[in-house]
């Protein structure tokens, strides 16, 4: 018995310390006050507006979660709700009912679930709770010089080309975590700008926990464009590029979305990263059968 408690709580320890990697120390702060040797209480914060500054009412849930010793062996934490108001949104009695029976439902006994259950929350704010955005001018605020200069500060407003047809390639699933890699054929950098733009407006791509990008483009004699882009998952998007160029692939952006299970996978999520795209760069042809060869030769 004193095993099981041990393992739970060290589960428990490295549930929150991914849940903190992921979303910062602020969302998850412990209750010393009310925290025993049989239970750990939390405080879980939600602030799905941060970032934006045009929200009037930034929407922020609070639970209050309490970690048994049997969790997640036998039980799940026990949680409340601790806010009043989402946004401008009142919490009531139904949302309550409905939340409740959302988190519920995602229990498995000797699964840690903390990770699975921000996911559910911030998904079913996103989807039931509408912002409350600052008032934009009425259009006898503005003059004719403020639209041209708005026309000239925002260029994606004007017309632009067709966005490059992208692929999406079939998940690959390691401990929970999720990876999917989207390719699309580029000759800009403004193209790479329109497909990441394009793949952020599905809302399942833009709640991924890291959209880790690398492009190259062939430009006139031997010289190529390329960059990368970690999104928060340090050194992915070099390693990505890095994997470009071995394949010696060219005029092509890849995205690979990862959405985290709960369990730190190491330096494994840069091999299922990496093979995650590779494979997409497969499915469109831009490595061939010959290439594959020519890597087992020695």
């Known amino acids: 018995m004193n095993t099981t408690s041990e393992e739970n709580e060290q589960l428990q320890q490295e549930e929150r310390m991914a849940v903190c990697a992921i979303y910062g120390d602020d969302i998850?702060?412990?209750?010393?006050?009310?925290?025993?040797?049989?239970?750990?209480?939390?405080?879980?914060?939600?602030?799905?507006?941060q970032d934006d500054p045009n929200i009037v009412s930034p929407r922020v849930f609070v639970l209050r979660l309490f970690f048994p010793s049997t969790y997640p062996s036998v039980d799940m934490p026990v949680f409340e709700v601790a806010t009043r108001y989402c946004g401008s949104h009142k919490v009531d009695s139904d949302m309550v009912d409905t939340i409740e029976q959302g988190l519920r439902a995602l229990f498995e006994p000797g699964q840690v679930i903390l990770f699975e259950w921000i996911q559910w929350l911030r998904d079913y704010i996103q989807d039931n709770i509408t912002p409350s955005y600052v008032p934009l001018p009425t259009p006898q605020e503005d003059n004719t010089n403020n639209k041209n200069d708005?026309?000239?500060?925002?260029?994606?407003s004007l017309p632009t080309d067709?966005?490059?047809?992208?692929?999406?390639?079939?998940?690959?699933?390691?401990?929970?975590?999720?990876?999917v890699a989207h390719v699309?054929?580029?000759?800009?950098?403004?193209?790479?700008?329109?497909?990441?733009?394009?793949?952020?407006?599905?809302n399942k791509i833009a709640r991924a926990t890291h959209n880790i990008m690398a492009y190259r483009i062939q430009l006139e004699g031997d010289q190529i464009l390329q960059d990368n882009d970690d999104d928060g998952e340090t050194a992915a998007g070099g390693r990505l590029m890095h994997l470009l160029?071995?394949?010696?692939?060219?005029?092509?952006?890849?995205?690979?979305?990862?959405?985290?299970?709960?369990?730190?996978?190491?330096?494994?999520r840069f091999k299922d990263i990496n093979n995650c795209a590779r494979k997409a760069l497969e499915d469109c042809g831009y490595v061939k059968m010959d290439q594959n060869k020519k890597k087992g030769k020695k």
């Open 245 to 268: 160029q071995i394949l010696d692939v060219k005029d092509v952006v890849v995205v690979v979305s990862r959405w985290f299970g709960g369990i730190l996978l190491g330096a494994d």
């Open 162 to 179: 067709p966005v490059p047809s992208i692929f999406s390639s079939e998940p690959l699933v390691d401990r929970k975590s999720t990876f």
């Open 184 to 202: 699309a054929h580029v000759k800009t950098a403004h193209q790479v700008q329109q497909v990441v733009h394009t793949l952020l407006q599905n």
């Open 150 to 156: 708005n026309k000239n500060e925002n260029p994606s």
């Open 28 to 49: 998850l702060q412990l209750d010393q006050g009310n925290s025993s040797a049989d239970q750990a209480v939390y405080s879980l914060t939600l602030n799905i507006d």
